[in-house]
């Protein structure tokens, strides 16, 4: 043999050798290969990933068993029995693998939508302003894998969704396969899901078995795919419970491209209820609905003809629906509450105006209705809310429009991502007619109210302008402030109120407009030049609401331009004043204004001012007609003792009418409103100067009308009819205790509620208290006021005027009475029912508020000089006392006989 052959035989057998080597060890060293680039590629992403074996057989073919993967950021685990994964050779030399084929078996995966959205929040604190794009290799790797796609087939997969201990979804197929003909990728599988939260409605958890079709253009990325009922003539989901819920899906079809990343979804019809089929707590009907995601990212939604409907006595189970998708909402991903400075996310308001900026929604034809409870229990009336609404956002700008209660509205806005205000919102309201809104009740409640129970009505028009403001002038800076104006119209107006009045309020015609300033930054709110009208009346105003929401306040002020004092009083409506209404008052450049500063948390710092309203206007006559006359006796036309008319009486006066306040000079007796009497069928109670128990103010010791004013209305010879800081002290004690306990009346308002008027709280009440008070101070002594005041008022249960409260609580004649007795009479009245339960106790308390209060009025008579230090310091202790069958146990000290001299009406001016 040759040298040359030798050699060449040598080469031979020793590339034969290394082939064989090669064979042997080459799958050993393309595993270990593609195992470590694998876990570097894994770890570079912050993927953990696990597993028992990875075997690679000819340098291709790699099986990995008892695959686990976690990834934190996205909340997603992997498992998996086995994996077969065929790679092409030549893609692992590059670096770059490319998949010929994938075998899945047993395959479950996990989504924590907890885990992920806690997970987004952090890299959102740690680089706010990253941009949320996924990365450029993984979309070059999508592409790859579009153009050459591998062969799938799985042998049973499983995804389940979490919210970290809750579950929330299920779904699993037994098998599905992926083919590949002339481009074209076929995948079809059946899979079974069943919602899993334990709050879900029953119909909701109902296990759904779909069937599912999609094909994909390899070339293009187009596709198409659909969910259906496995039985082609059945709805993809139904149930239905007469009594607790139903929900109707049909199939699901739809269209995407997997490239750009859009999708069209059309549902074939959905119709759901939660509550009862009579009277669900919330049901919607859409026969058709379009919804898309486009390639900015944006939702694509129409709903047509859809029909809603909601019971608000079932509002409970609303809630609980809203509680499940607020869940469900915050712990997605992306999801969560409103994002803070501090955590540097964005809020759920910012995140739904990016979403309105680059959607594309449409609502066309839809009607929303309630259902209202009957008279009958269980009975319920369907009411339309909505007879249209037709809708549109699209970038950022929003248009609606929509028909209700026989009227109009629309509204247009513009919104601007990641900031809370409207860069412009315009709201339109026409002949929108009160009464037809559904819930409006049609006439005032049968029932007994302390509120303000019934129904309003008119024909409202106006609009509601606002505008985005950048911060600073020519700033380029976000949208933090708004201005803008409000014009609104109420004609035909109606109100028939419980609280306000006992005859509804009608033929009101109000107009107002004003502008106003938003500052959401810094919590406040400002209504500058308002103005508002009826009929000769013109009120400038202005509003402010500021420290939202740590110290809130509200501050109002009005001004009333200069007007005469009758058509002031006609501006407001007749029946507030009832069978007052036709009420005479003169006075020129009647112009009062009032200022109301209350920071809502600390009431107690309340202020309140009037100015402009005293010594302009006079009430010449209450021209009051006869029916409506008080009733009553007069006993005589002579007037009583030293009191006097302050004016004298006019020429034309009747001495027997009661159409005006004369008659409180003539000896009368009216019987006591049976509302002011235990049992009003067996029990009647008269009082006044024509009754056998009427005591002369002269009559009685000094201390005793004394008591009587001093304790609740200090400047009672001075004050007008109405005291503002009686009002004040009103306001300041219901709003602190949250509840009416004050009511702020003078002594003569008092004594009005007496004989003019019935006991009900109500608005209308007040002001005609307020008439005849203003009138009786014209026209009546004040000494004349505090002797009916003292023998017409509530001392305890069926106890009426001074002459019997001193027979009832000390068993003498109320000429006799101590000024320690004086006192404790004129401490029961703002609660008279109080006195019988202190005599049942035998003794009256000596500490607190008792103490000090008795105190405080001996202080009152000595600086009055009604009464001297000796007298006060002779009767200590303040302590009254009943024996066991509630006989007074009179001090035997000596009693002070100064009787009440009146003063002179000339020291009044």
Known sequence: MSRGKKIALGMLLTLVALGVAAAM????????????????????????????????????????????????????????????????????????????????????????????????????????????????????????????????????????????????????????????????????????????????????????????????????????????????????????????????????????????????????????????????????????????????????????DAAFLTTPKKRGQIREIANVAKELVSSAPGGGGGGSISGGGPSAVDRVVALIERSDLQFKRVKAAVNLEGEEPDTYTKLTLLERFDATAKEGRFRAFGETAEGTFSAEAVLVPGQTVPKYLRIEVDDVNLEKIPGMPKERSKLPSRGTSGRVGGIVSGQFT????????????????????????????????????????????????????????????????????????????????????????????????????????????????????RAKLEGEEFAPSVYFKLPIYRPRALRLGFEDYEDICEIKELNVKKKFWPEMTIKAVAPTGPHKSVNGFPDDYDPTTRGDVYWLNRPFVKKVHDEGVSDPENVTIYVGPGTADYVPLNEMPSYVGGAMYLSEQMLFYKAPAISLSLIKKAMRLNLERGRFVYGGSTITQQLVKNLFLSRDKTLARKLKEAIISWRIIETISRDRILELYLNCIEFGPDIYGIGPAARYYFQKDARNLTAKEAIFLSMLKPAPWYGAKVIERKKSPNSGWWKERFELMYQRLIDEGMLTKDVAEAEKPYILEWDKNGKYIAPQKAEPTKKFEPIPLNLLD
């Open 466 to 581: 606002l505008f985005g403001l950048p911060r600073g002038a020519g700033s380029a800076g976000p949208l933090d402030t708004a201005s803008g104006s409000f014009d609104f119209k109420w004609q035909d107006g109606v109100i028939d109120l419980e609280g306000v009045s006992d005859d509804p309020q009608t033929d009101i015609d109000v107009s107002t407009e004003a502008e106003f300033a938003w500052q959401p930054a810094i919590n406040e709110f400002r209504i500058t030049n308002g103005v508002l009208k009826k009929a000769k009346l013109t009120a400038n105003y202005s509003a402010e609401v500021l420290d939202v929401p740590l110290d809130t306040t509200f501050v109002f002020r009005a001004e009333v331009e200069p007007m005469d004092c009758q058509d002031f009083f006609l501006a407001f409506p007749r029946a507030l004043f009832g069978p007052y209404k």
């Open 25 to 304: 060890l080459g799958p050993s060293m393309v595993r270990d290969t593609v195992e470590t680039q694998l876990k570097e590629r894994l770890d570079r992403r912050g993927i953990d990933a696990q597993w028992s074996e990875f075997n690679a057989g000819f340098g291709k073919r790699f099986e990995i068993k008892g695959l686990n993967v976690h990834d934190p950021k996205r909340g997603v685990k992997l498992t998996t029995d086995e994996v077969i994964v065929v790679v092409s050779i030549d893609s692992i030399i590059a670096n770059d693998p490319r998949l010929e084929a994938i075998k899945l078996k047993n395959f479950q995966v996990e989504v924590d939508l907890a885990e992920a959205a806690k997970n987004r929040e952090e890299s959102a604190v740690e680089d706010p302003k990253q941009p949320n794009k996924k990365p450029s290799a993984r979309q070059g790797f999508v592409e790859r894998l579009l153009a050459d796609p591998p062969a799938v087939e799985v042998d049973g997969a499983q995804l389940n969704v979490v919210s970290g201990e809750r579950k929330v979804l299920s779904v699993s197929t037994e098998e599905a396969s992926v083919s590949i003909d002339d481009g074209m990728l076929d995948f079809e599988t059946t899979v079974a899901a069943k919602p899993l939260l334990d709050k879900l409605p029953e119909a909701l958890q109902a296990s759904v078995e779909a069937q599912l079709a999609f094909q994909l253009e390899v070339a293009t990325g187009k596709a198409t795919f659909e969910f259906r009922h496995p039985d082609t003539d059945r709805p993809l989901f139904s149930y239905e419970d007469k009594e607790t819920a139903a929900l109707r899906l049909g199939s699901i079809r739809g269209t995407g491209n997997l490239k750009n990343r859009t999708v069209d979804v059309e549902l074939d019809y959905f119709s759901g209820r939660v509550g009862s089929s009579d009277a669900p707590a919330i049901s919607a009907d859409i026969p058709k609905t379009l919804a898309g995601i486009n390639q900015d990212g944006g939702l694509k939604l129409t709903v047509v």
